[in-house]
């Protein structure tokens, strides 16, 4: 079993910054995948970005790309999505996941095995 704990949500102009963490605990794996993916209120949950933690490799939405970006602590198991020149549509509840059976970077909701509690990311014009 793994947990996941997000925090870092919060209320921000439209152009400022936030970070995002996710520390997980409980079992741990030696090759797995780290994903940010948001719902906004109506919409279905999308993807934001993925990292692969062994590797460092990371993908990101067509959206995100050039604004957010997603990195890693190993000492901490915790990963992080630092996101710039914020937008209100980045508003949404943002959800960090863990893909630990899937060998590959994946976009899609269903890859994904463990999932965050979530946290709210606010942005204002």
């Known amino acids: 079993q793994v947990q996941l704990v997000e925090s870092g949500g919060g209320l921000v102009q439209a152009g400022g910054s936030l970070r995002l963490s996710c520390t997980a605990s409980g079992r741990t794996f030696s090759n797995y995948v780290m994903g940010w993916f948001r719902q906004a209120p109506g919409k279905e949950r999308e993807f934001v970005a993925a990292m692969w933690w062994s590797l460092g490799s990371t993908y990101y939405a067509d959206s995100v790309k050039g604004r957010f970006t997603i990195s890693r602590d190993n000492a901490k198991n915790t990963v992080y999505l630092q996101m710039n020149s914020l937008k209100p549509e980045d508003t949404a509840i943002y959800y960090c996941?863990?893909?630990?059976?899937?060998?590959?970077?994946?976009?899609?909701?269903?890859?994904?095995?463990?999932w965050g509690q979530g946290t709210q990311v606010t942005v204002s014009s």
């Open positions: 996941a863990a893909d630990i059976t899937t060998a590959q970077i994946s976009r899609m909701v269903g890859a994904y095995d463990y």
